[in-house]
Nanobody, 124 residues
């Protein structure tokens, strides 16, 4: 059974940092591209970043480029999203998703499984 579990939720001040984790189980993790998405209150879910199955390719939405870093440890079945210089507009529920289809830029193609989401709040 495919399962993704996000962790790392928190409340941080503007300019602060936070690292999210996405732990996978129940499938061959190393076959899957992984994407991070976020959904702010009253807004649609949007793509944030995507990483290829090997980790050799990473892409970011313009809004987070230079501030966020996606990485993965296939030995630990985990993908990370390091978020630096956080801004109030980064406040959202963050989701990870997995797909056997490749990333298209910073968007994950045809997500097959979603995590439950983890809340990130940036506020002074």
């Amino acid at each position: 059974q495919l399962q993704l579990v996000e962790s790392g939720r928190g409340l941080v001040q503007p300019g602060g940092s936070l690292r999210l984790s996405c732990a996978a189980s129940g499938f061959y993790f190393y076959y899957y591209d992984i994407g991070w998405f976020r959904q702010a209150p009253g807004k649609e879910r949007e793509g944030v970043s995507c990483i290829s199955s090997s980790g050799s390719s990473t892409n970011y939405a313009d809004s987070v480029k230079g501030r966020f870093t996606i990485s993965r440890d296939n030995a630990k079945n985990t993908v990370y999203l390091q978020m630096n210089d956080l801004k109030p507009e980064d406040t959202a529920v963050y989701f990870c998703a997995a797909s056997r289809y490749h990333c298209t830029g910073f968007l994950l193609g045809a997500p097959e499984r979603w995590g439950q989401g983890t809340q990130v709040t940036v506020s002074s």
